[in-house]
């Protein structure tokens, strides 16, 4: 039986197909993007529109642009280890490993705080719903890649004792 850390050979040519492929480059790129995107509207514009704010909206403001980094974080470090399997810098088994899987996911898919969306500013607005896009992208990548390619590995029951009554019946 393969424990977390055991990865199947085919399961590392899947992963490591994915990080070769057009996919990957299209979102690392998008990803990278938007995180330089993100941190010069948070420096610059972002600052300056939140200081505009009423306080209640100025704290959302606040818990909206943490939430927004931290998927941000998850993301990016994802991808960079995606990269690295691609480039030989990492096996595929240590991709598998929990430390390097997204996490936060409390935080990154959470419930915006109040006030109203409305009284956010709209480059912030854009930057959460273009960063939620790209997490669940990425978290239905991981999940295929590395939860349900898991839970595939695990065999059957009803087949394992077909297989087995099969061996024993001498097959058919």
Known sequence: MNNANTVLPWRAGVIQDFARSELFERTFQEGMDLVEETAGYLDGPGRQESKLLSRNAAL???SESMRLTTRLMQVASWLLVQRAVREGDM?????????????????????????AEDDLPAGLLMLLD???????????????????ATVDETPHPVLSQFDRLKSALGGF
Not at 93 to 113: H, K, M
Not at 134 to 140: G, T
């Open 60 to 62: 959302a403001y606040a």
């Open 91 to 115: 096996a595929p088994d240590a991709a598998c490993e929990d430390r390097y899987r997204l996490s936060a996911e409390e935080v990154c898919r959470g419930v915006p705080e109040e006030p």
């Open 130 to 148: 273009r960063s939620e896009r790209l997490y669940e992208r990425v978290r239905h990548l991981d999940r295929r890649m590395y939860v349900e």
